[in-house]
């Protein structure tokens, strides 16, 4: 498809730039877009600059001629075609870590047969390596995960991380979201930590280089890319990328606003555009939070000649050749579908529901996936989404897409991977709750010796550094690991206070257990439990497991419960916004 694809005019506006550094670094080994002339080979310098970051450029080096030929262009398809040939083996190997081999074959191929992305790999743009360039930290990044985990695989990661950002600037702050995701991610705090400084350091490296030669030759580079960024923030700002909703103007929304030139600062266009919002909070919000990532994965590019097309196409089989047309034509009416389970996957796969239908490997991989996944939409969010920045991220979103419709078959199909209470592995909704019941327990706690029930990851017992965690399962941190709760390895009036934070509804013979806490405890004792509300509770817990014995207990049920223990109701509270219960029941002071 590539070879029979002829582009009118195929080195102008960005081609242009691209061919030009990568003329003058071949020639000169200068970065310079100073368009070449005749006088190329003779004693002549072009000044640097770094308008256009260099990975694009120094892929092209090696295939561009003075001047160019059609025999030049063919040769940089050719490298194109391998790059997305590439691209596809990378999709099926990040797949497999996902799902079974069968069902891994669907993004492969949906990436093979892309309209967009072979339409791309005929142009001097760098969609093609910037969409090679994700999905090869993808896979880096998902190795670094599966294999054991050492420095260097998290290194290796950050330097495909740097690797994206040279080819495109866009790229500048993806650290500020990797990090903080992986830590996430990997939960434990040790491994986390090293594996953020181990990415930051592999990104950093690579980038270095670049950012040195700037610093000492390139005066005036940091107001050029502030330029760029005012740039593209004030271009978001039309609602449909069009001024006063003129369809005529979409894309081009600038070159028809007359005040276009007088909003040339940060503060000037935030300033303007919350005068819109304000006069039309509505259209603007809906542009920003739905319009944008919508436009961004459109099918129809809006800014060239439409459809699959930038730069007008004089030739190609999507116009002659039924078999690409008719491949064209299912891709086109299926892709709403594709896109919006591929896109709503995303923050699927970060609710603890998706590891316990497609078990903890596959989850941790579609977690790292969704990073310059999630980077990059809320980066076009707040700038500019025309389509074409969403095309190298397709390798991406085919993978969610095949993800999405595995995790419906496992659901539908009632095939779940069998885990443990509180979920084998680490989720980070949750880290953040366990923390907040952590907090609002201790401070209910008496000196003396405590008892944690059913405690996990015993974090209240870390927290307050004294007492025992014991729980059914051998999670790490647990003190004592029983058969059940209902006959405890503790001496009589052995405890000044226990708890039972989020489990009771676990428990299936909670009446028992209350009883035989009651024994452990000293005359004046306390019991501390949480419990979600009765509505809350019927749709978290079905979102999070459907296995429980009951979802919960309403204040009534747990009175009765109560009643039959020999313990008193002491008090209840609320916390976590309300929807929290906090119970304490006490042991008779005398016997």
């Given at each position: 498809a590539a070879e029979e694809t002829r582009i009118a005019a195929p080195l102008r506006v960005d081609a242009k730039d691209y061919y030009s550094y990568a003329i003058n670094l071949k020639h000169y080994g200068t970065y310079s877009n100073l368009v070449p002339t005749t006088s190329i080979g003779e004693n002549v310098t072009p000044s640097p600059d770094a308008d256009r970051m260099p990975g694009y450029p120094l892929f092209l080096s090696g295939a561009v001629t003075y001047p160019p030929t059609s025999a030049m262009i063919m040769a940089i398809k050719k490298r194109q075609v391998w790059l997305d040939t590439l691209t596809v083996a990378l999709v099926f190997v990040v797949a497999l870590a996902i799902m079974p081999a069968p069902m891994a074959l669907l993004p492969t191929l949906l990436v093979a047969v892309s309209p967009h992305l072979i339409s791309m790999s005929t142009y001097i743009l760098s969609e093609t390596l910037f969409a090679f360039s994700l999905t090869l930290a993808v896979l880096v990044g998902s190795w670094a995960l599966r294999?054991?985990?050492?420095?260097?695989?998290?290194?290796?990661?950050?330097?495909?991380?740097?690797?994206?950002?040279?080819v495109k600037s866009s790229m500048t702050y993806v650290p500020l979201v990797a990090l903080p995701l992986l830590w996430l991610l990997l939960g434990d705090r040790q491994t986390s930590n090293k594996a953020a400084a181990a990415t930051l350091i592999g990104f950093t490296l690579l980038i270095m280089p670049w950012e040195i030669r700037n610093q000492l030759n390139l005066a005036d580079d940091a107001s050029t890319q502030s330029e760029h960024a005012i740039v593209s923030l004030h271009n978001g700002t039309y609602p449909g990328l069009m001024f006063n909703d003129n369809p005529e103007t979409q894309g081009y929304p600038h070159q028809y606003d007359p005040d276009y030139q007088s909003y040339n600062t940060f503060p000037a266009v935030l300033g303007k555009l919350w005068e819109n919002t304000r006069a039309e909070p509505v259209k603007y919000i809906s542009w920003y939070l739905l319009g944008k990532p919508?436009?961004?994965?459109?099918?129809?590019?809006?800014?060239?000649?439409?459809d699959i097309f930038i730069y007008s196409a004089d030739q190609s089989p999507y116009y002659t050749r039924d078999f690409f047309n008719n491949i064209h034509t299912i891709l086109m009416r299926s892709h709403t579908v594709v896109m919006l389970i591929g896109l709503l996957m995303v923050p699927l796969c970060w609710l603890p529901r998706a590891r316990v239908v497609l078990g903890n490997g596959p989850v941790s991989v579609l977690r790292l996936a969704s990073i310059p996944l999630l980077y990059l939409v809320a980066l076009h969010t707040i700038t500019t989404p025309l389509p074409r920045y969403g095309v190298p991220l397709?390798?991406?979103?085919?993978?969610?897409?095949?993800?999405?419709?595995?995790?419906?078959?496992?659901?539908?199909?009632?095939?779940?991977?069998k885990t443990p209470k509180l979920y084998a592995g680490w989720d980070p909704i949750g880290t953040i709750l366990s923390k907040w019941r952590v907090r609002a327990v201790q401070q209910k706690l008496p000196p003396g010796e405590h008892l944690d029930i059913a405690c996990g990851d015993n974090r209240l017992v870390s927290t307050l550094g004294r007492g025992y965690g014991i729980d059914i399962t051998a999670f790490s941190g647990v003190d004592i690991t029983v058969a059940n709760f209902s006959s405890l390895p503790l001496a009589d009036e052995s405890l000044d206070s226990a708890s039972i934070l989020a489990a009771l509804n676990y428990f299936e013979a909670p009446v028992k257990t209350l009883q035989e806490l009651n024994r452990c405890l000293k005359p004046g004792g306390i019991v501390v439990i949480t419990l979600l509300s009765k509505p809350v509770s019927h749709y978290w817990h079905k979102l999070r497991d459907r296995g429980l014995p009951r979802i919960t207990y309403d204040d009534q049920e747990l009175h009765d419960i109560v009643d039959q223990c020999d313990l008193q109701w002491h008090s209840k509270s609320h916390f976590m916004f309300g929807v929290n219960r906090l119970i304490v029941l006490k042991k008779s002071e005398s016997p």
């Open positions: 294999l054991p985990q050492t420095w260097l695989r998290w290194l290796a990661f950050g330097a495909a991380l740097g690797l994206t950002f040279m919508r436009m961004m994965f459109s099918w129809g590019m809006i800014s060239g000649q439409g397709r390798p991406i979103v085919y993978l969610f897409f095949a993800a999405g419709l595995w995790f419906i078959y496992r659901i539908l199909a009632g095939d779940s991977v």
